[in-house]
C-alpha cells in the first residue's frame, strides 16, 4: 500500500477470502484492505496516538439517516458526554479533496452537530472547527488533542 502522510503506524494484516485485510482496533476485526481503508485506519490509529482519543470514545463505519437516506460516515469521535466531537470523511490516496466531499461532510453534519470535522486522502488533511452562530466552518492548521 502507499504510503500516506501520517506518522509511521503497526498494523495487523492477513489474507481474507485471498485479499489482503488489516485489523480494525475498533471494530475488532479484518477488513479487506482498500485504498480508503487503509487511510481510515491510519486516521483511527492518529486519533488514538496523536489527538488522544480513547477507542472508547471512538467510532467507525456506521449507518445514518440523512433526509431519508441511509448513509455511512467513516469515523466519529464523542466526547464523554457521549455529544460529538468530530466527524471524519475518509477517501482513497488518488481522490482529490474537492468542495463535493466538503460538502458530503456538511450534509452529514447537519444531523451529527460536532464540533469539529476532518476530510483526508492519506495526504491531505483539512481540519475545520464548526462556528454554527455564523452557519460556517473555520478552516485549522491542525486538530485540537481530545
Known amino acids: 500500500m502507499q504510503k500516506l502522510n501520517f506518522p509511521e ?14 485489523f480494525s482496533i475498533l471494530r475488532k476485526k479484518y ?7 487503509w487511510v481510515r485506519q491510519h486516521c483511527v490509529q492518529f486519533l488514538v496516538s496523536e489527538k488522544k482519543y480513547s477507542l ?7 449507518k445514518i439517516e440523512l433526509n431519508g437516506i ?11 458526554d457521549g455529544k460529538i466531537e468530530l466527524i471524519v470523511e475518509c477517501k482513497a490516496p ?7 466531499t466538503f460538502d ?7 444531523a451529527l452537530k460536532a464540533d469539529y470535522l476532518m476530510i483526508t486522502n492519506g495526504m491531505n488533511h483539512y481540519f475545520c472547527q464548526m462556528d454554527y ?4 466552518y473555520i478552516f485549522l492548521e491542525h486538530l485540537p488533542s481530545h
Not at 10 to 22: C, D, G, L, Q, T
Not at 104 to 110: G, K
Request: proline letters at 5%; charged letters at 30%.
Open 70 to 80: 441511509t448513509k455511512r460516515y467513516d469515523v466519529i469521535g464523542f466526547k464523554s
Open 133 to 136: 452562530e455564523q452557519g460556517t
Open 31 to 37: 477488513l479487506v484492505l482498500t485504498p480508503e481503508e
Open 56 to 62: 472508547a470514545l471512538l467510532n467507525e463505519e456506521r
Open 9 to 22: 503506524y503497526s498494523f495487523k494484516f492477513k489474507s481474507k477470502e485471498n485479499k489482503p485485510a488489516i
Open 104 to 110: 458530503q461532510i456538511a450534509r452529514y453534519n447537519l
Open 94 to 100: 488518488h481522490i482529490p479533496i474537492t468542495q463535493e
